[in-house]
């Protein structure tokens, strides 16, 4: 059986992906989360091998490390003069490595993305999707995330 929320997640994630697109602050530093709350989705995998399997077979899997992004990434930055196009073509590693970037790096794409901690080389990954708390906007990475805090987890 499909995992049915991967599809459904991968709607919402995107509808608002589009609302982000058009605001781009900074992650305001109280957004700002040690990184090593982060739980791996190979400690969910213990649990949830079929889930596990299905997304690590995703593109959400992919989102930092897919081949097409990293080629095709740094010619959205080639040649920009105007400060907000740069900052617009910076921004890609909010959404492909948001884990990273709510976690201190990479915080703009031309940072040494070989540096980017393990985790965050994960995409867009179980423990960010499922730490979601809330939502103080509508653009520009605005969840509440209670990484770590995961239901199974918690006890
Ligand atoms: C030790 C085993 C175990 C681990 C590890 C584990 N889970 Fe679970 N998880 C469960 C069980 C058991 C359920 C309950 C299944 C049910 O209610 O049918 C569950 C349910 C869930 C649910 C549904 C909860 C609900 O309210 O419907 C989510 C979402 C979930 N787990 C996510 C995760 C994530 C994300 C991780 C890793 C951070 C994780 N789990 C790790 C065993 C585990
Ligand atoms: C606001 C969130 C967001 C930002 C910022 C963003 N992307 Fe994406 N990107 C997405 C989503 C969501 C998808 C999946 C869309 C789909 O499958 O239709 C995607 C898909 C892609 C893909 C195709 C899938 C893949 O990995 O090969 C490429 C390439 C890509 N983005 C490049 C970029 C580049 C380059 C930037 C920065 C200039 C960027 N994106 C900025 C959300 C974002
Ligand atoms: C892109 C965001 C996203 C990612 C990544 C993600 N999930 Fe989910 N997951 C969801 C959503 C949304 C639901 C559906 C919630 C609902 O239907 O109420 C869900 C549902 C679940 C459920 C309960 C319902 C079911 O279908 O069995 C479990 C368990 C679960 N996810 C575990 C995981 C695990 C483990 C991973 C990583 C291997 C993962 N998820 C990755 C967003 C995500």
């Given at each position: 059986?499909?995992?049915?929320?991967?599809?459904?997640?991968?709607?919402?994630?995107?509808?608002?992906?589009?609302?982000?697109?058009?605001?781009?602050?900074?992650?305001?530093?109280?957004?700002?989360?040690?990184i090593?709350?982060f739980?791996?989705?190979?400690?969910?995998?213990?649990?949830?091998?079929?889930?596990?399997?299905?997304?690590?077979?995703?593109?959400?899997?992919?989102?930092h490390?897919?081949?097409?992004?990293?080629?095709?990434?740094?010619?959205?930055?080639?040649?920009?003069?105007?400060?907000?196009?740069?900052?617009?073509?910076?921004?890609?590693v909010?959404?492909?490595t948001p884990v990273g970037n709510r976690t201190g790096f990479p915080?703009?794409?031309?940072?040494?993305l070989?540096?980017t901690p393990e985790i965050a080389t994960l995409g867009?990954q179980?423990?960010y999707?499922?730490?979601?708390?809330?939502?103080?906007?509508?653009?520009?990475?605005?969840?509440?995330?209670?990484?770590?805090?995961?239901?199974?987890?918690?006890?």
């Open positions: 059986m499909r995992h049915p929320s991967l599809k459904l997640s991968g709607c919402v994630f995107f509808s608002t992906a589009v609302l982000l697109w058009g605001s781009m602050q900074p992650v305001s530093s109280e957004e700002m989360i040690h090593d709350r739980i791996s989705p190979e400690v969910c995998a213990g649990c949830h091998s079929e889930i596990f399997e299905q997304w690590e077979n995703s593109m959400h899997h992919l989102s490390r897919d081949p097409v992004y990293t080629r095709v990434a740094p010619f959205f930055r080639q040649g920009l003069t105007d400060a907000g196009e740069i900052e617009e073509a910076e921004s890609c909010k959404c492909h915080m703009k794409l031309s940072d040494d070989s540096k867009i179980c423990d999707c499922h730490s979601a708390e809330s939502i103080t906007r509508i653009h520009n990475n605005g969840l509440v995330l209670k990484p770590g805090m995961g239901k199974m987890i918690r006890a």
